[in-house]
């Protein structure tokens, strides 16, 4: 028999493909299954960036690129973070990747020997542990429920930290729970973070765009702490180029260096034709994410209005992304018609599954196991539909 390294079992295959994936065998027998559990809008790509696409490959780029990406998507990047953020970064500070789960790859492998600690607030995105632990590095994770509008505060940052710790991750907006952090909610944390120079933050801050609060705030915008900051972002949730496989990070030159390192033995330089779209991208007027984020914002209101209407849920509204994260707890003990308990959350996403042909993913894959993510990166029929079919499929538990 072939034998398999002991690396691909040190860390579990993401439970939102999964969830999709139950999803998928239930649909190929014929089942109508609403499908709740991606991370991706549900919109094209905006028509400009395909135009550019197309002259890209008419203008014959076809060939390898530079590892860390063309110089004029480089400098895009940077004007981008300046016209967006204010922030001032030099195109040798940013390096392109095949999505901006390469930019954490990347960064995660540069930074995380043995043994060295990651703190991740709770909820997050799976990826995350599973890059660390694929560096054999410890994930700390620090539950930051419902009640802590799911974000971590200065005191449980510095209680997470020990001499081993070498990286932060977070994301704002934050998959799974939408949560967006305010400047004041960072600035608390640069203060923890200005006592610890050796800890690396990553801030994920690939759905920028999808904000619903008002201006997206930057960990990066702090000087204090700006020499400790790796900024990951992408083109997939806010540009709608989910298949594009493009994302970037800034980041000091030493940081760049290694990911481009890195970089250079796994994949090279990514795809020419999707480095010029996203040139356009960056450039141009951006009028269609934002028709698509308002889009999101009317079923971000319908949405979670209905799951409070549920009995037992607990949703808060959230600020951005475009996922749900209601707190369901309130049906675990109960039981389904054949007399099987609902336990906790993985049971009930696999009840909804089978009985509402709704798919979620259930909280535990982010850390969180009272928690259920519904995407409602869908049509506002079929979210309407979901919800009917969740309060009837609910109401057989007792
Ligand atoms: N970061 C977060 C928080 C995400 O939710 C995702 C995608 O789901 C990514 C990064 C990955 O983005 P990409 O498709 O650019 O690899």
Known sequence: MMQISSFVDRFSEPQTLLMAKLGRELAAKGVNVINLSLGEPDFD??????????????????KYTPVAGFADLRAAVCHKLKRDNNLEYTPEQTLVSTGAKQSLANVILATINAGDEAVIPTPYWVTYSALVEMAQGVCKFV??????HFKITPAKLE?????????????????????????????GLVEVFKKYPNITIVSDEIYEYINYVGKHESIAQFEAIREQVVLVNGFAKGFAMTG????????????I??????????????NSIAQKAAVTALL???????????AFHERRDFFIAELNKIEGFKTLVPEGAFYAFPDISYYFGKKDAQGNEVNNADDFALFLLNVAHVSGVSGAAF??????????????????????????ALATLS
């Open 159 to 187: 209680a997470a930290i020990t001499e081993k710790t070498r990286l932060f991750i977070f994301s704002s907006p934050c998959n799974p729970s939408g949560a967006v952090y305010s400047k004041e909610e960072l600035a």
């Open 257 to 270: 260096k290694a990911c481009e390192k890195i970089q250079g033995s796994f994949t090279s330089g990514t």
């Open 367 to 392: 850390g969180n196991d009272q928690c259920i993510r519904f995407s409602y990166a869908a049509s506002m029929e079929q979210i309407s539909e979901a919800v009917q079919r969740i309060k009837t």
């Open 143 to 148: 539950s930051c429920g419902i009640e802590d």
């Open 284 to 294: 141009s007027d951006n009028t269609p994410s934002m028709e698509m984020v308002k």
């Open 45 to 62: 790509t905006p028509q400009h960036i395909k135009d550019a696409a197309k002259k890209a490959l008419d203008d014959g780029f076809t």
């Open 244 to 255: 594009w496989r493009l994302g970037y990070i800034a980041a000091p030159v030493a940081m």
